[in-house]
């Protein structure tokens, strides 16, 4: 059994996915919100260097 396999996704699979994935973020986001605002600047500085390469990938074209 392999984690990592080519699967092609109907769209409402991935809508579901992607709301479920907004609603956890949203939990998390609730519960850990004074230790977010303490470290905003660390988590925008991650956010950006995690955004770095899929912007390269999608603007090479």
Known sequence: MSILKNK???WS??????WGVLFI???FGAYLREYVIEYIWIFV???VICCIRPSI???KD
């Open 13 to 18: 699979d991935v809508i579901l996915l992607k």
């Open 25 to 27: 973020g949203m939990i």
């Open 8 to 10: 092609m996704w109907r």
């Open 57 to 59: 990938a999608y603007f």
């Open 45 to 47: 500085i991650l956010a």
